[in-house]
């Protein structure tokens, strides 16, 4: 069980020192999530992100910017979203989204490296991306991060309003314009780019969010055993990812719990976050 999850880990984010903002505590099993998701000070909303690598929190794009080493990041981003715009519209099933922020959130549930981080409203969701993959570099703890937002860290995409003219970084939650968004209670970090500088800052080194931000470590051993408590709980790949593919792979992997026990999956998230 969670033995320290209250000791000093909120602090006010006026006076925080940034290398104090993210504390560690273990999770060994789905029982510890209870206590994790019952915790909100100052009523603030709290959101998670699983992880089964313990890396900074830096948006899929920065992390393709900074390995491909990108002269112009802002640019090929922006390009990057534009071609998404154009070839995706013959396989949109919900409306049209309306703004570039409600395309970014799109394109980043199909997969497409942009600015925006991954979380979710649901601990158990965060969870379950934590310890599905069967990862053969993954030879370390995973993680879950809690993300204790506050209003001021709240931005409604607005009409006008560029989400490539951020002036710091935001939390927002998408409308619900694919399955996936609604499936995985999706919301959002929009990171702002630091032209000056040609990078993206992690949100745990971001001043805004010092004091906010809380890490919880999953064991390597833990993990089978949280794999098959979130079985029985009903989540799933295809409970997360609602569509034809993720019905199949998860038809196989539930007939091959069924007869040998529940295994690391043969098949990993087909979306990295």
Known sequence: ???????????????ANLSTSISADRIESTKDIFDIASYHPNRSVPLYRGQDVDEPLLPRFARLAKRLDLPNPEKTEKELLDSFKAYSLPFLSFSQPLSDWEWMALARHHGLPTR????????????WFAVYSDNSECNENRV????????????????????FALSRTYVFQPPHISRNISAQSAWFTAHKYIQERNKF??????????????KYIISKKAVPNIRAELKYLGINQFSLFPDLDHLA???????SARILGYLPPTHSPSISR
């Open 144 to 163: 879950l991060f809690v993300l204790e937002v506050s209003s001021s860290d709240l931005r409604q995409p607005e009409k006008g309003k560029s989400i």
């Open 201 to 214: 800052i992690p949100l745990e080194k971001n001043k805004n969010f010092a004091g906010k931000i809380v």
């Open 1 to 15: 069980m969670i033995t320290s999850i209250f000791e000093g880990k909120m602090l006010d984010s006026s006076t």
């Open 116 to 127: 925006l981080l991954d979380w979710t409203s649901n601990a158990f969701f965060a969870l």
């Open 249 to 255: 792979k998860h038809l196989e992997e539930d007939l």
